[in-house]
């Protein structure tokens, strides 16, 4: 069965940390992965996604994440966080018609 | 900018009631799905609609149904609301087929069973 596996539940860093977030999937098919963020009372936004092509994709917001094939991983990273990226952070795996998605990570950044 | 719409942002009903659950969206998308978000839980899927009357269960499809008479809207019914169904329930919506399409979301419904 296709599944996400997020390793951090919560984590928490002081502004301008740098930032990765783990993210294993387990899919067959062709694989179309993404990460979303929901910031506080909001709803989900899309960060970033890879369907195929450069293994580093670039989003919005200095968010960047890396599709490792052999490890089966999409991490998130970004190299200085603000306050502002305070969030919960979800993957996804597009299996099918469905996005598949993880349990999420917290993320709490202080100023 | 694609919108999903979803009636409700909260509800509060009763133990047994019959709820309904809509969703609009407008970018003429083929796909619509419902998930239902818990701490700690991430998102699953319970339903989703990849055309006009038609549906396919997801991982948590007990105690709801589906109706998707018009292509625009989706709306997910809880037959007879139980307290376990407490949670925020999201709307999205996304393409039919083409690679890399993500999905959109509305802005939840937060659901109450007393």
């Known amino acids: 069965a296709q599944s996400v596996s997020q390793h951090n539940h919560h984590v928490i860093l002081s502004e301008a940390a740098s930032l990765e977030l783990g993210c294993n999937y387990s899919?067959?098919?062709?694989?179309?992965l993404f990460w979303y963020v929901q910031y506080p009372g909001q709803h989900l936004q899309l960060l970033l996604k890879?369907?195929?092509?450069?293994?580093l994709v670039k989003g919005i917001k200095g968010f960047e994440a890396e599709f490792i094939k052999s490890k089966f991983s999409f991490n998130l990273r970004k190299p200085s966080v603000q306050w502002s990226d305070t969030a919960e952070y979800f993957c996804?795996?597009?299996?099918?018609?469905?996005?598949?998605f993880g349990k999420g990570t917290t993320l709490s950044v202080s100023s | 900018d694609v919108k999903v719409t979803q009636s409700s942002r909260y509800l509060v009903k009763r133990t047994g009631e019959k709820v309904f659950l809509e969703c609009v969206q407008d970018?003429?998308?083929?796909?619509m799905f419902w998930y239902r978000q818990d701490p700690g839980l991430g998102l699953r899927l319970i339903y989703f609609?990849?055309?006009?009357?038609?549906?396919e269960k997801g991982d948590i499809p007990e105690g709801y149904s589906v109706s998707r008479e018009k292509k625009e809207r989706f709306s997910l019914i809880l037959e007879s609301a139980s307290t376990n169904q407490t949670s925020m329930y999201l709307c999205?919506?996304?393409?039919?087929?083409?690679?890399?399409?993500?999905?959109?979301f509305g802005q939840g419904t937060r659901l109450t069973v007393v």
């Open positions: 999205a919506s996304s393409l039919k087929g083409a690679r890399g399409t993500e999905a959109f």
């Open positions: 899919y067959g098919g062709t694989v179309n």
């Open positions: 890879y369907f195929s092509g450069d293994p």
């Open positions: 996804a795996v597009k299996a099918g018609t469905a996005l598949i």
């Open positions: 970018m003429d998308h083929e796909n």
């Open positions: 609609s990849y055309d006009v009357k038609m549906k």
